[in-house]
């Protein structure tokens, strides 16, 4: 049946990270793996509540088909905490509503890349973003990311013709490393984006997520007609309503909007309705304070665990916030052989090898402290360190 | 900015319905345009109990990430119904849940189609699936539609090699023209299906809302391993859920979950578990029924007032289920035209145009008998005669 598929679909990996998903199910095994948020901090009960009073304001208007830009009032939230949090202007017009962050991806992916096109990706790179675009056969650039952001030198040495489209970042306490970009570092993007005219995609699902420092600004302020921003409610409110947003300068929107309409006509307006009624009768700020106290500490006490557990040699970041850190083992050592090793230690993790366009022996490994406690963190760390020192 | 977008958006349409649908807002006009299941008739009381229900049990379980292949329970409820409904046996495996019927559409699209490759498509077709077959530049090959099923010696004259991949058909109370494929037409295209190694698409958005007559086999009792089967449950429960799925076989099913992966990680497993809840708590085929006895009662009003008003020389179909009714001007008269002279009588309803892959001025037309009343059908109906008889 092979030669019935098509040449997009027929190299894309499986996600890699669900088929690491499956180990993890057998209770007795502690994971850094997933890329969740904590589920006990989900405002279950606030969802119910704004559920409840839907139904009764809205009634049918809930359950018929709606339109494909999304729920005009969502959109105007949306616009409203971006003055708030960033002092940024941005229309609702210029909104997409969409099915996480995940499916902006794809909507940009399917709107401006040919097959054959540049796309410039920062390495190591969320592997969600990887699979979205490869479905468009691009012709990928990585380029690597250090501490303080993507190596400028290494861009701007890179042969960027007209056939380069975008370039996809998290700048904010990046999956998988948990990384931020500093401001020059921004400028320095920018520049390049403008001199060779292509689209800055700045993915944005942890930026309220931080627990210490201060932002850096958004590509948006620096140039809103070359940046393309994605946000979500996942990390923020819960992932299960599958609730996320572009904002993409006017052209680009709609063409957006016609792709969104081939792709699934429009995002749920149940959702939609539910999360809007949320936003406005509880208070979000608060909320993501909690979230952030808590991803802080299960933060500290991995980092005091690594420290105190981990050989020499071991090297990590330090996340001012979002959900994961990255580590680094010494010389050639694999961290796809460590995951093995690990998986008998009752401890897993995500090697780095998919976060990358191409595919080696990688020796870095992410690690996520969103969904252990410090107790379990300690355990976890313990356990992964006497797997690495059997490899060493 | 024209350059940077892709081949593929670069020309799809966008829909034309919707465009429409700004027209249908003025409460004066009175709409057959819309493609709406009656709102009236959605279980609203029902899917509030059984959310109220699903957050006693299921909880924090609903607002986590889930499976991309979509809710265990609900992928066994579809293939119990295949059962009881047709008799045929559907493997929950080779299911996967789809935001929609229309995501189905673009699931398949990015997996089977390369530019050039051949998509056969039943004419008038279904504008939805034209625009979202179109983003993946197929080589259209139109097939007219009778009244019995699509011509086959056109279907058989047509020069299909290995680049054709699939054929789109609904094959029962299609979209546009509320036609039913009868059972050797489909063997006759399930011949050609085998002889030409593409698959088959049965969209059956429509298939339980039948009021008299009775089904024909579908195509996958014919040739399960050459039939693709999309479903949705917009119409037999409520579209603002967003849920539909598709029964693919087992390698395609694969490429399928890769590509739903890649397109938005998973649908909501939120509305999943509220409509799972809804189909146990509820007696599904007494809600249908009610709503084939409204519909059933809806086309037959339209029918008869087509009888006294309409002018000699306009012909129609006659709909066994469904929600739409397919007219047709005398000679070269074109229903584009009649759409400005009609809006001028308020009363607005879909020009065959968007329904063609090769847009010329079509004297046909759509109507949609789903969301207006008896009495308003009537007086529709003459306000539509009035402006076909201005016209002739």
């Keep these: 049946m092979d030669e019935m598929f098509s040449d997009r679909i027929k190299d894309v990996p499986k996600s890699f990270i669900r088929e690491i998903l499956k180990v993890s199910i057998n209770p007795s095994i502690i994971s850094f793996a ?123 040495s890179l042969h960027l013709d007209k056939s380069v489209k975008l370039m996809y970042t998290v700048p904010n306490f990046q999956n998988p490393s948990g990384i931020t970009y500093d401001e020059a570092n921004r400028k320095g993007i920018m520049a390049c984006a403008e001199k060779n005219d292509f689209f800055v995609i700045e993915d944005d699902p942890y930026g309220e997520l931080r627990f210490h420092g201060e932002d850096a600004p958004s590509f948006y302020s620096l140039n809103p007609e070359k940046t393309v921003m994605l946000g979500s409610f996942s990390k923020i409110v819960a992932p299960g309503l599958r609730l996320g ?59 005091n665990s690594i420290e105190k557990y981990f050989p020499d040699g071991v090297s990590n970041t330090r996340p001012e916030g979002g959900m994961f850190l990255w580590g680094r083992l010494p010389g050639q050592m694999s961290s796809m052989d460590l995951f093995n090793e690990a998986v008998k230690e009752n401890v897993v993790f995500v090697p780095g090898d ?18 252990v406690d410090e107790a379990t963190a300690e355990e976890g760390i313990k356990r992964l360190a006497k797997a690495i020192e059997k490899m060493m």
Tied chains: 1, 2.
Excluded at 115 to 126: C, K, L, Q, R
Aim: a neutral charge.
């Design 34 to 156: 997933g890329g969740l948020p904590n589920r006990e901090l989900f405002p279950e009960k606030e969802i119910k509540d704004a559920t409840a009073k839907v139904f009764e304001s809205c009634g049918k208007s809930l359950l018929q088909y709606s339109n494909s830009e999304g729920l005009i009032e969502l959109r105007q939230w949306i616009a409203d905490r971006y003055k708030k949090r960033k002092n940024i202007d941005v229309s609702p017009e210029n909104i997409l509503i969409t099915n996480g962050g995940q499916q902006g991806l794809d909507l940009l992916g399917k709107t401006l890349v040919n097959a054959g096109d540049g796309v410039i990706m920062e390495e190591p790179g969320y592997l969600g973003a990887i699979q979205s675009f490869s479905i468009y056969q691009p012709n990928f650039f990585p380029v690597t990311v250090h501490d303080t952001g993507m190596d400028l030198e290494q861009l701007n």
């Design 245 to 303: 947003w572009i904002v993409a300068p006017e052209a680009l929107n709609q063409k957006l909007l016609v792709a969104k309409q081939a792709s699934d006509l429009h995002t749920c307006n149940f959702t939609q309705s539910i999360l809007h009624r949320f936003l406005c009768d509880y208070d979000l700020d608060e909320h993501i304070a909690k979230i952030r106290k808590a991803y802080g500490s299960q933060c500290r006490a991995m980092l």
């Design 354 to 371: 998919p976060f990358y366009t191409t595919v080696k022996k990688r020796s870095d490994f992410r690690l996520n402290f969103s969904c």
